[in-house]
Antibody
Framework: QLQLQESGPGLVKPSETLSLTCTVS??????????WGWIRQPPGKGLEWIGS???????YYNPSLKSRVTISIDTSKNQFSLQLTSVTAADTAIYYC??????????????WGQGTLVTVSS | DIQMTQSPSSVSASVGDRVTITCRAS??????LAWYQQKPGKAPKLLIY???SLQSGVPSRFSGSGSGTDFTLTISSLQPEDFATYHC?????????FGGGTKVEIK
């Protein structure tokens, strides 16, 4: 059974960089069939897609965050990571990692991590 | 970007009720739409993909319909475990976008 697990600091200071890692177990991150993505949810609000990465390091980002986001992949560790720079209180959210298919139209998320709350505060 | 608009934002219903939630896309997305259920403190769970296909293990009281810009999620007979927030998402193209969510509450 595929499992995804987010890890990283739960508290980040304003203007600093948020860094999270998603570890995939029970399956290979190098599968040709899937993208690996990050989604966030501010407390009490809706879901926002941050970006997705393919095993070959092809990436797509949300235009609203693109200038501050980098998603990378480490196939040797079966992990992918998120970096978000210059954070503010508006970046406080639960951050989820998840998987979706490679084929256009099939970009629905079928496996999710449990989520990790990141608070931006001094 | 494709904007997704859900309505209502919340609905109060009783066990056994039929509940319908609507999602509208700002442009034609064919049937490239997914629905998720999210319970408090939990990650979203995929219910329906390609507008009407039921994800494995999801009860048949859940159904989805629609194409183009207008879509519907229906719960035919609401059960206690169905009280949750439901999100739609267009799976057609990047950037991926979600609706604002619909909270199904106990009446």
């Amino acid at each position: 059974q595929l499992q995804l697990q987010e890890s990283g600091p739960g508290l980040v200071k304003p203007s600093e960089t948020l860094s999270l890692t998603c570890t995939v177990s029970g399956g290979s991150i190098t599968s040709y069939s899937y993208y690996w993505g990050w989604i966030r949810q501010p407390p009490g609000k809706g879901l926002e897609w941050i970006g997705s990465i393919y095993y070959s390091a092809i990436t797509y980002y949300n235009p609203s965050l693109k200038s501050r986001v980098t998603i990378s992949i480490d196939t040797s560790k079966n992990q992918f990571s998120l970096q978000l720079t210059s954070v503010t209180a508006a970046d406080t959210a639960i951050y989820y990692c998840a998987r979706h298919k490679f084929n256009s139209g099939w970009y629905n998320f079928d496996y999710w991590g449990q989520g990790t709350l990141v608070t931006v505060s001094s | 970007d494709i904007q997704m608009t859900q309505s209502p934002s919340s609905v109060s219903a009783s066990v056994g009720d039929r509940v319908t939630i609507t999602c509208r896309a700002s442009q034609d997305i064919s049937t490239w739409l997914a629905w998720y259920q999210q319970k408090p403190g939990k990650a979203p769970k995929l219910l329906i993909y390609t507008a009407s296909s039921l994800q494995s293990g999801v009860p048949s009281r859940f159904s989805g319909s629609g194409s183009g810009t207008d879509f519907t999620l229906t719960i035919s007979s609401l059960q206690p475990e169905d009280f949750a927030t439901y999100h739609c998402q267009q799976s057609n193209s990047f950037p991926l976008t979600f609706g604002g969510g619909t909270k199904v509450e106990i009446k």
